[in-house]
């Protein structure tokens, strides 16, 4: 039995391969074929906020959380944020965290 599932799990990767086409590296949490799909995400985050005296943002403000810290504490640059949010073009980057970067460049040229 273990082993026909195994089977039937490899065919059906490379059927959806063929037929689907995806990026591997936009995946928010896990590899492709393990992710936690959003619905689940927006039910854990509920039983979060219930449990708890957080105060409940927008999944997406977890996004522009992220970005930022991937510029303040990462020292990302515009061109791998682009890549790791999703965006073709580092210029999206620019217009919506480009107040963030003059002081991470001041910071780095300060180190020098």
């Known amino acids: 039995m273990?082993?026909?599932y195994l089977k039937f799990t490899e065919e059906s990767k490379?059927?959806?391969?063929?037929n689907y086409p995806?990026?591997?590296?936009?995946?928010?949490?896990?590899?492709?074929y393990q992710s936690i799909g959003e619905t689940t995400i927006a039910k854990m985050y509920d039983a979060i906020v219930k449990e708890t005296d957080l105060k409940r943002i927008?999944?997406?403000?977890f996004r522009h959380s992220h970005a930022?810290?991937?510029i303040n504490r990462l020292r990302m640059d515009r061109e791998t944020l682009a890549k790791r949010l999703g965006h073709s073009s580092s210029i999206t980057?620019?217009?919506?965290?480009?107040?963030?970067y003059p002081s991470t460049e001041k910071d780095a040229i300060s180190e020098l």
């Open 68 to 70: 930022s810290d991937c």
């Open 58 to 61: 927008k999944i997406y403000e």
């Open 93 to 100: 980057i620019e217009k919506v965290y480009g107040h963030l």
């Open 14 to 18: 490379e059927w959806h391969k063929a």
């Open 2 to 4: 273990a082993n026909l």
């Open 22 to 32: 995806y990026n591997d590296d936009y995946v928010v949490f896990g590899s492709f």
